[in-house]
C-alpha cells in the first residue's frame, strides 16, 4: 500500500504546558518547509502527504508546496475547525448560526480544495462535542452535524473524492459527538440513508486504542461492509492521543491488524497507510522513518502467519493454538 505523512508531525510540538512547544525552533516555518525538510529526510519511504485546509494548505501556498513536495502527492486534506477559536463551542455545531454558516463553509471549501488536487478529504471533528452535562441540545447537535457533513460529502463528490470520517473520544471538546466507531456508523448508515454514498472511515490507531476499540476487528467489519477508507498509523499507551511511533506499544495488536489489511487487500484500490505522529521531544524525520521500517517488520511479520492454519483455529476459537502459529512467524 502508498504511505502518506501529515505534516505536522514536523511541528514545534506544543502542548497546553510548554505552549511554546517543546521544539520552539519550528515555530513559524512555513508549510514548504516542512514539506522540504520531510522529503529530504524519508525520500521514497513517503510517498505523499497530508495537510490541514486552510492552517498549512491553501489556495495561496499550493505552488510553493507542490515544489517543495518534489514529485511526491496530496494524498488527503483535512479540516482544520478544531485550530480556530471562533469554534471553541463547535463549529457544525455552534448554537450560534454566523458561526455554524462559517464553519460550513469552511468545510466545502476543504472539499473544493481536496477536489482540486484529486485527494480525497478527511474531517476529525473534534472540536463538536461537549465539556459539561446539561450544557447542549444533543438532538439539535446532531442534527446539526449530520447536515453538514452531509454538505462536505456532497461537495466531495461533486469533484469524484472521498470523505473519510475519523473518530476520537475526547480533545479539544472533552466529550466528542462523534466518539467510537459505532457513532461513525451511525452517521456514514444516516447519510446512506438519504443516497450519500461517498463516505468513509479513517481508523487512527491510537483513537481506537484509546477507547479499547480492537484494531484488527473493526478493519474487518469496516472492509466486510466497504467502509475501509484511510488508515491513521501510530501507537500510544492507550490514555491520551499520544501519537507514538508505530509499534512501540499495543504490538500484538497491530500485528494482528496488519494481517487483517492483508486479508482485506487494503491498499489495492490506492489506499494509503497515513502516518499521524507527535513525536514531541524525538526528531520529528528520525520519529517517522523509524515508524516506517517498524510497520514493514510487523507487516512482514504478518505475511508469514499461516493464514490457512489460522483461519481453522479461528474457526474454533483455539487461542493456544492461534498464538503458537502467530510466534512461529515471530521465529520463536
Known amino acids: 500500500m502508498k504511505t502518506s505523512l501529515g505534516i505536522w508531525a514536523l511541528g514545534p510540538m506544543i502542548t497546553r504546558f510548554v505552549p511554546m512547544g517543546y521544539q520552539p525552533e ?3 516555518v512555513s508549510t514548504a518547509t516542512k514539506v522540504r525538510r520531510a522529503v529530504e529526510g524519508l525520500g521514497d519511504l513517503m510517498d505523499d502527504y497530508e495537510f490541514h485546509y486552510p492552517g498549512e494548505l491553501n489556495p495561496d501556498n ?26 471553541g463551542r463547535g463549529g457544525l455545531t455552534s448554537p450560534d448560526s454566523a458561526t455554524r454558516a462559517e464553519a460550513r463553509r469552511l468545510t466545502r471549501e ?14 476529525w471533528p473534534g472540536i463538536e462535542g461537549y465539556n459539561y452535562p446539561f450544557q447542549t ?21 461533486k469533484h469524484g473524492v472521498k470523505l473519510f470520517l475519523e473518530h476520537k473520544n475526547s480533545e ?3 466529550k466528542i459527538f462523534m466518539r467510537n466507531i459505532g457513532m461513525t456508523l451511525h452517521v456514514i448508515h444516516t447519510l446512506r440513508a438519504q443516497g450519500i454514498t461517498n463516505v468513509q472511515v479513517n481508523m487512527d490507531w491510537q483513537h481506537l486504542i484509546m477507547n479499547g476499540e480492537s484494531l484488527g476487528e473493526y478493519a474487518a467489519v469496516l472492509a466486510a461492509e466497504g467502509l475501509l477508507g484511510h488508515q491513521h498509523a501510530n501507537s500510544g499507551w492507550g490514555t491520551f492521543d499520544d501519537d507514538n511511533m508505530v509499534g512501540a506499544t ?16 487494503y491498499g489495492a484500490n490506492g489506499e494509503y497507510l497515513g502516518f499521524d505522529l507527535y513525536p514531541y521531544t524525538e526528531d520529528a524525520v528520525a520519529a517517522v522513518k523509524r515508524s516506517v521500517l517498524q510497520w514493514n517488520f510487523i507487516d512482514s511479520v504478518a505475511a508469514k ?25 515471530l521465529g520463536a
Not at 499495543?250 to 487487500?265: G, P, S, V, Y
Not at 502467519?305 to 512467524?329: C, F, G, N
Request: glycine share 6%; net charge negative.
Open 305 to 329: 502467519i499461516d493464514d490457512v492454519a489460522l483461519r481453522e483455529a479461528q474457526s474454533t476459537k483455539d487461542a493456544v493454538r492461534a498464538y503458537e502459529i502467530v510466534y512461529a512467524a
Open 137 to 157: 441540545s444533543y438532538a439539535q447537535a446532531w442534527e446539526w452535524f449530520i447536515e453538514g457533513i452531509a454538505e462536505a460529502a456532497e461537495t466531495c463528490a
Open 172 to 174: 479539544p471538546a472533552m
Open 62 to 87: 499550493l505552488d510553493e508546496v507542490r515544489e517543495a513536495l518534489d514529485g511526491h502527492g496530496i494524498a488527503a486534506i483535512c479540516t482544520g475547525l478544531h485550530t480556530d477559536s471562533r469554534f
Open 250 to 265: 499495543a504490538f500484538m495488536e497491530t500485528i494482528e491488524l496488519a494481517l487483517e489489511l492483508r486479508r482485506a487487500d
Open 110 to 123: 476543504t472539499a473544493d480544495l481536496a477536489g482540486a488536487v484529486g485527494a480525497n478529504m478527511i474531517c
Open 26 to 28: 519550528h515555530t513559524n
